[in-house]
């Protein structure tokens, strides 16, 4: 029995920034972004989106194809996210309830900077092997902010990828065999006083190859594939030039092709999304493999597909897993290329008015003004809670608190 992602859709924002208006106020050529950086454009949520949103944006076409025995049949929904909304309660709950979920399902958050969703995974994977009738509904979602002004700003993003895990997937097979690697090391974090990460750059990016490189010794120790009998890679990708960075590092490592032409085909179409959305931090990854399954120009089926997750502090996760037969019948490509295409462009000025996260401390009553045209909204922060509301065009009145 095969084991892996039966289905898989993103949401992002429905407003963006083009790097080509935040270039001129740091004084930088854009080129430092498009080609240093391989990033066109951020997502920016509107104050009345975050993860839980996002996170039940990506489902909600997931679970409306299900018929009332397969949304039964998810008895588990794991949310990883670094952007949390509260320090006890999971994001999963809200989106449980927001896609009115059964109630016999156990509902937890993960947290491992970015690489929380590839445990999540995991987890499901080993859940449906003991129980093969059960679907994991597995949701990364995440809003990724460093401080305006900062090196890091042009790579901010935000996005959310839902995949229903189960026996017998119509997407991908995920293999047994996974390399890890954890070691401590203070490179991106992020203290529960702030809103936006602490990294140090130059280091973030040694301890991401110092990760792939350890993860990749270990997936060969515990019997993993060689490295020619991959066929594309799929990175996690704080900035798409990471990924291009991290394939030639690994080509190094393992004797992977030197050439530069031949390295890029094999990660070229796990780019695209994630040029234009910005850094979705554990769902990063998975907008990379969308974005592979999407563009396939050959029919990827039967292909071995290489995946690294990395979640900085540090934890990474090399694993493999084999396109289905008929996968291209099961894809949302077209609703995905949608979604980017709708958004709406904002000024620098508009950015900067609606990047600051909506946190009143005061318990007050604070109803928030409708911004974003997503399928769901935070409404108001009132008495310390959040009331979350489905958009009224998609299903009226159906305000969670
Ligand atoms: N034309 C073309 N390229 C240009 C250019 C121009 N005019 N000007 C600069 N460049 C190139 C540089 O040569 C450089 O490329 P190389 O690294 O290939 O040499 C690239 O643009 C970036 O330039 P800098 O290194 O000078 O950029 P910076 O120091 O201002 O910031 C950064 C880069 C450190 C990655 C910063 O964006 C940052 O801190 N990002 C957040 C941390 C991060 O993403 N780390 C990644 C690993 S950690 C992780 O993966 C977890 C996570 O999600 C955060």
New binding site residues.
Partial sequence: MQLGIDDLAFATADRYLDLADLAPVHG??V???T???GQDRMSVCAPDEDVVTLAAAAALPLVEDLDDAGRAAIRTVLLATESGIDQSKSAGVYVHRLLDLSPSARVVELKQ??YAGTSALQMALALVARNPEQKVLVICSDV?R?DVG???E??QGCGAVAMLVTADPRLVAIEPVSGLHTTDVM??WRPNYRST?V?D??L??R??TDSLAGAWQDYQAQGGAALADIDAFVY?Q??T??AV?AHAHLARVAGGPRDAEAQAAQIADTLRYNREIG?S?TA?MYVGLASLLDHATEDLAGSRIGFFS???GSVGEFFTGVVQPGFRQHLRAEAHRRLLDDRERISHAEYLRIVAPVNPVDGGDHVLEPTTRGSFRLAAISGHQRVYERAAAADAGSAVA
């Fill in positions: 930088v050529d080129a430092k972004y080609v240093g950086l900077a970015c990724a460093y900062s090196s890091g042009p790579t490179d991106f990460a990294v750059g130059r973030s990016l301890a991401y996690h704080p900035f030039k990471m960075k850094n931090y990063s990395y979640g900085s």
